[in-house]
């Protein structure tokens, strides 16, 4: 859980993306959703979003995966951290906030 004021959400920059088709809301890993959710890992960079929660970055972020959340950091820094795989926190680690 986030500490109050500092979450994603709290700062505006965070967003949920989920599949609704016909009333029904699809999760990442099913049939409907797993194409989009896919392009969004591949394309989100290029509208200033990074996919904020990866798998296999648990103990880094202090964060489960979550698929569907992600962040609005800005083309330059999204750009970024898409070539060199780095999560949020390694980011601000080697390169500082700007």
Not at 26 to 32: A, G, I, L
Request: hydrophobic share 35%.
């Amino acid at each position: 859980v986030s500490i109050p004021g500092y979450s994603d959400y709290h700062t505006g920059l965070g967003f949920n993306f989920k599949i609704n088709k016909d009333g029904l809301i699809y999760e990442h890993n099913s049939k409907t959703a797993a194409p989009f959710f896919e392009w969004l890992k591949e394309n989100a960079h290029k509208h200033g979003f990074i996919f904020r929660y990866p798998e296999n970055k648990e103990d880094i972020t202090g964060y489960i995966y979550e698929s569907w959340h992600y962040r609005f950091v800005g083309f330059e820094v999204a750009s970024i951290m898409y070539q060199t795989g780095l999560c949020y926190e390694e980011y601000l680690e080697v390169f500082g906030a700007k």
